[in-house]
């Protein structure tokens, strides 16, 4: 048990994949940060297509926006670890959006030792 379980909130960063961050990718930087701030995990999601306020096309058949696709960085934890982190992502975020939903978190641990997952 790593006392993830229970009600936490799910944060869904959407920005897109050419955004930068002080020379390195936006995506990147964000989930270093999360990292060193302890979070649980995070994922790095790629969309094949989509947009956003602007209403432009990004899309993977379309040769010079595929290098700018929509991206998704999906995180869970405490309301309070992610209330104190977005006045910082705000700083570090152009243009994007951030969502907050509430999660049930039913399983939250590493992966088994190689081996098999019940050892004797």
Do not use: W
Not at 10 to 33: C, F, N, S, T
């Amino acid at each position: 048990m790593h006392g993830l379980e229970g009600e936490r909130t799910l944060m869904r960063i959407h920005i897109g994949e050419r955004d930068k961050h002080q020379g390195r990718p936006l995506y990147e930087a964000i989930v270093l940060l999360l990292r060193e701030r302890h979070f649980a995990g995070a994922t790095v999601l790629r969309g094949i297509m989509g947009f956003g306020a602007t209403a432009r096309l990004h899309a993977e058949k379309n040769l010079q926006l595929s290098l700018d696709l929509p991206l998704v960085i999906e995180c869970i934890e405490t309301e309070e670890k992610i209330q104190a982190i977005l006045p910082e992502l705000d700083r570090m975020i152009g243009g994007g959006l951030i969502t907050l939903e509430r999660a049930r978190v039913i399983m939250y641990r590493p992966e088994a030792p190689s081996g098999g997952a019940n050892p004797t």
